[in-house]
């Protein structure tokens, strides 16, 4: 059985790497997409996964399929498609470390996934099955992504969610939020960030936007803060879990290294989602905020990805 399968866009992130002799900037091309991050985070922390996706048959689409497979993850749903060009961001960072994007995707392959090329076996055969909301922005993905939910609902799969707004593919931010908020009611492990807290809800705080997600029937839910940490709340309670204090080279990857972990721990607790106390969450926030302040040290989201060791590491040098 898998832990987590995920579904969703596999792309390639051009990530600002400074200027050239001649005065022009550079870009490094970097292997990324929020669910396929989450994977490989989960993956170095000793976790079977599977991916569900699409990428073209052209350079940068065999080179994702090889950093997928060299990471060990399942690509029995990963289609190449001849007739779509891999998805390209673009990823400026600032002074920071954060980062805007500038995306070539009209259409990109991951929009083309359609639902008769769902692997039903890998999503049934799944402990978690993880979706985003950018496979909600065009026809067929997003048909293909409610089959697959449904299929998921079916096998009794736990139901996780990372809506990652990036609102320059989306037609307007009011688009954008129907879509979004129609995932809700499969869901029982959500993340989100503050920024997607009106989106997701009619509320701007944490607080209160958490408390509305529970109130329509997810089991757990966190408010990444970034360098504030989380903020996670259950059915007993919420509270504040704050982050790892570190320099930032690179954000890229950041929320999905924290999801990542969070997954990991809460796939070895061996509980249901109904059963997660206050007191449970925050530990796996723990354990997803010491993922992260690993990943943002280095550049890139998947290259960035930190082994199991490390994170164990940090969390015994900061009990």
Known sequence: MFS????????????????????????????G????????????LGHKTAFIGKVGTDMHGEFLRQTIEENGINC???????????????????DQGDRSFSFARKP???????????????????????VGSLSLTDEPARSATIEALKIADEAGCVMSY?????????????AASVQMRSLIPYMDLVKISAEECPLLTDFDKPEDAAKALLDAGVSVVVVTLDADGAYVATKDGAQLVES??????????AGDSFWGGFLAA?????????????????AFARFGNAVASLCVRKRGAIPAMPERDAVEALLTDQA
């Open 108 to 130: 990109g392959a991951d929009t083309q996934l359609r639902a008769e090329e769902l692997p039903k076996d890998v999503i049934a055969n799944s402990k978690v099955f993880h």
């Open 4 to 31: 987590v399968t995920a579904l969703g866009e596999v792309l390639i992130d051009f990530t600002d790497n400074g200027v050239s002799d001649f005065g022009q900037k550079l870009f490094e091309r970097n292997p």
């Open 162 to 174: 990372d809506p990652n707004y990036r609102d320059s593919l989306w037609t307007s931010a009011e």
């Open 33 to 44: 997409g929020a669910p396929a991050n989450v994977l490989v985070a989960l993956q170095r």
């Open 266 to 282: 809460f796939c070895e607790s061996e509980k249901k989602p109904a059963e997660i106390s206050i007191a449970d969450a925050a």
């Open 244 to 253: 790892f204090r570190v320099d930032a080279v690179d954000t890229t990857g």
């Open 76 to 94: 029995e749903g990963l289609i190449s498609d001849d007739k779509f060009f891999t998805t390209l961001a673009f990823v400026a960072l600032d």
